[in-house]
């Protein structure tokens, strides 16, 4: 199949650029795809601009990257699980940009629907250095925040048919679909593809006409596994 | 019984059949253990629950099931996942009835600031500012003083705001105070605690009842 949707890992991220802004999906662990992130630490993309909901922890998930010095700015709503990614903020190595959690959702959303942004009252209170422009309507001021792309999603689903259409899991599911919306490039890494037809018409979470290539894992690391530090002691 | 758990058991307390709930991360989460027995809660997580229950078994973890502050859960018959846009719609549209959360500093008018201490401690905001500006009630929990010992409840929040005037109940290890349009009123005392010693502990004028306050 000429067209096929289905990459190795390699020549999935190949094409990825330094500079380039990287949409990540998860919130913790869940979700986040932790095979493409290794590719490209492996493959030395650097000055990046990554999106993800947290910073991740030690070690784990967009940390290593952060760690070795590969990402020059985070945009985020949560980062206090990552000390290291903190302590970068305060040397001036790693400029974080901190959204409350379902506006930055919105804001990517935004990005993904062909919308310029949204109108939100989240925050007024902050004053006028976070507020840039206010808007009335029936009566209530709102902001303006723009909508916000990425060059590139990376993207983490349970299950995937060859044309693209995705199936996510329980928490797992989280920032995947409005992250793969709104990217020039959507790479998908996936437990499972199946034939097209595999997956009930009713039953598909994001359509494949947001995917352009799919991963299958090959390596189910510690980071897919439980986390003992997150779990209730025997 | 640890203050943590006398905190939660009282904060079960103002939880109704049928309403849906959001718990924060730290004391607000122990309050799975004391929901009412035999009565629907619906307990919402951030990450995308309508419907959690309580925190995985040792051994019975599902990687792909946490709550919002990571830890593995469960989620009860009849619950819903779903993605971070809904679950924000939620939230935002005013479906959360009662949302409990922590607190650095809370006003007197019930500003409520828990989020940032600039240049010590700055993990972001998370879905904290939309639960406290858009849930219908929120509850604060607590210690009464910070570990330096100041006082936690003040005249006006030093700190930068989550939200301004969101907290209806404040329920802390000395006593359980409601914040009104008049200012703030002492309602409970925890066991072996006095009215002496929550007025000294609180800095913003605490008005208290001529009768006998409740224990909890």
């Known amino acids: 199949m000429g067209n096929s949707k289905i990459f190795s890992v390699g020549d999935a991220c190949r094409s990825i650029v330094d500079g380039a802004t990287i949409l990540v999906g998860g919130f913790g662990q869940p979700g986040t795809p932790n095979s493409l992130l290794r590719q490209l630490l492996a493959q030395g993309t650097k000055q990046l601009t990554l999106v993800k909901n947290d910073a991740s922890e030690p070690g784990l998930g967009i940390s290593p990257l952060i760690e070795a010095g590969r990402v020059d700015r985070l945009i985020a709503s949560h980062v206090g699980l990552n000390p290291l990614a903190v302590a970068q903020m305060n040397e001036g190595r790693l400029k974080i940009d901190i959204f409350p959690q379902g506006i930055l959702a919105e804001k990517i959303r935004a990005g993904g629907a062909g919308l310029g942004g949204i109108l939100t009252d989240i925050g007024l209170h902050l004053g006028s250095s976070l507020v840039a422009q206010l808007v009335e309507v029936d009566g209530i001021s709102y902001k303006i925040e723009p909508a916000l792309r990425g060059n590139v999603a990376l993207i983490h689903a349970e299950r995937a048919d060859e044309m693209g259409n995705l199936v996510f899991a329980k928490t797992a599911y989280n920032f995947n679909p409005v992250m793969a919306m709104a990217a020039d490039l959507v790479i998908v890494e996936t437990a499972e593809i199946v034939p097209p037809g595999a997956i009930d018409p009713d039953h598909v979470h994001l359509p494949g006409a947001f995917v352009d290539r799919l991963v299958l894992i090959e390596e189910f690391g510690p980071e897919y596994g439980v986390l003992k530090h997150h779990a209730l002691q025997t | ?216």
């Not at chain 2, 078994?57 to 792909?64: S, Y």
């Not at chain 2, 940032?116 to 509850?139: D, F, H, N």
């Not at chain 2, 329920?171 to 309602?187: F, S």
Request: charged residues 20%; glycine residues 10%.
């Open chain 2, 1 to 216: 019984m640890p203050y943590k758990h006398r905190i939660a058991r009282r904060a079960a307390q103002e939880i109704e059949a049928g309403q849906i709930i959001n718990l924060g991360i730290g004391i607000p989460n122990l309050i799975m253990d004391y929901l009412p027995p035999g009565q629907q809660v619906f307990v919402h997580a951030e990450n995308g629950i309508w419907g959690m229950g309580p925190r995985a078994k040792a051994g019975q973890e599902d990687p792909d099931l946490i709550d919002a502050g990571a830890a593995y859960t469960t989620v009860v018959p009849g619950a819903a996942f779903f993605d971070s846009l809904m679950s924000f719609a939620i939230i935002r549209s005013g479906r959360i009835d009662v949302a409990f959360l922590g607190a650095l500093e809370i006003a007197q008018n019930g500003d409520l600031a828990n989020w940032i201490i600039p240049g010590k401690m700055t993990p972001g905001i998370g879905g904290g500012m939309e639960l406290a500006q858009k849930a219908r009630k929120v509850v604060v929990l607590t210690t009464h003083v910070a570990k330096s010992g100041q006082p936690k409840i003040v005249k006006n929040c030093s700190l930068p705001l989550t939200a301004p005037a969101c907290v209806a109940l404040i329920i802390t290890d000395l006593a359980v105070i409601e914040v009104t349009a008049e200012g703030l009123w002492l309602r409970e005392l925890a066991e072996g605690v006095t009215v002496a010693e929550v007025v000294a502990k609180t800095g913003a004028p605490l008005q208290v009842p001529s009768d006998a306050l409740p224990r909890f």
